[in-house]
């Protein structure tokens, strides 16, 4: 883990700590899709990947720190617990088939989309209001995926790719909503490990097949594990550690560079270079996440 106790030291150092450490967890969430580029295999197997050695690290750090995983744990929280866990498998295989077939900038575009579904479900299951704030960051989506997107064909590489990127944020979205509402109160890293689990389960079957057949090379295995450990676990536990010296709302605009973090990596070791549509399609989403996240301090982070 990153050793920044931001508790020992004065007010100011304090906050330029948290802001240090809320921008590596940015940079870590961002990575995500770059893993998934480099990663010879298919979505199926990344995601297997991703969580058990997620759930490794998740466990080791719980030894070291003494912490139970089983500790309150009752039937009702279980079956929470595997309800978000089966969302969160959904997330991660659509995100990853987004990145395999449009590539990182796209697929990163369309998942930050999800606070515009967040407000969308809002709606239309819990019969909420949409405010001006809502109705702008709705607009603002809108016309920054159509901005994006690279075609309006089917037959286009890009626009599938966008299209499974939309329902990875809005499988994260789903996810989100279950988190603030269901898994309120509980330990964080019980509900980070439990959820890993669950989609290591589910995605075993599936993932098979291409364990067997895609044959992972050492270099791969090693960027599951980067992907698993420090994208996962320690963006993660970042993140909460911001929160030390930062407000939600602070820390959530932060995360919400991650799109631009990941465009930029993507720019620098693949040459996607983005076109003057998607930067400004982009720019509108950053926006809309931005608004959302002063608008509503307790979303979680991107997974």
């Given at each position: 883990m990153l050793s920044v106790d931001v508790t020992q030291v004065a007010p100011s150092s304090s906050h330029r700590a948290s802001l240090t450490v809320a921008h590596i967890a940015a940079v870590l969430f961002g990575l995500t899709g770059i893993f998934g580029a480099l990663i010879h295999?298919?979505?199926?197997?990344i995601t297997f990947g991703r969580a058990a050695f997620a759930v490794l690290a998740l466990l080791v750090v719980a030894q070291v720190q003494r912490r139970s995983l089983f500790r309150g744990l009752s039937w009702r929280k279980?079956?929470?617990?595997?309800?978000?866990?089966?969302?969160?498998?959904a997330h991660w295989v659509t995100f990853f088939i987004a990145i395999k077939v449009g590539g990182v900038a796209v697929a990163t575009l369309g998942f930050a989309s999800f606070p515009a579904f967040i407000a969308l479900l809002d709606l239309l299951v819990f019969r909420e209001r949409i405010g001006a704030r809502e109705a702008v960051l709705l607009l603002?989506?809108?016309?920054?995926?159509?901005?994006v997107t690279p075609s309006f064909?089917?037959?286009?590489?890009?626009?599938v790719g966008l299209l499974w990127g939309l329902a990875s944020g809005l499988s994260f979205a789903m996810l989100a909503m279950t988190n603030r509402r269901a898994t309120r109160g509980m330990d964080a890293m019980q509900?980070?490990?439990?959820?890993?689990?669950t989609v290591a389960?589910?995605?075993?079957?599936f993932s098979l097949e291409g364990f067997m057949t895609d044959g992972?090379?050492?270099?791969?295995?090693?960027?599951?594990g980067l992907l698993g450990v420090f994208c996962t676990g320690l963006s993660q536990y970042l993140f909460v550690k911001s929160l030390d010296g930062l407000d939600a709302r602070s820390a959530g605009m932060?995360?919400?560079l991650e799109p631009v973090y990941a465009i930029a990596c993507a720019w620098w070791l693949f040459g996607e270079r983005p076109s003057l549509l998607m930067v400004a399609g982009a720019a509108l989403i950053i926006v809309a996440t931005v608004l959302s996240a002063r608008s509503k301090p307790d979303e979680p982070a991107a997974a």
């Open positions: 295999a298919d979505a199926t197997v279980l079956a929470i617990l595997f309800l978000s866990g089966a969302m969160l498998t603002l989506v809108s016309i920054g995926l159509v901005l064909d089917l037959g286009n590489q890009g626009t509900v980070a490990f439990w959820q890993n689990m389960l589910l995605i075993s079957p992972l090379t050492t270099t791969d295995w090693i960027y599951l932060i995360i919400a």
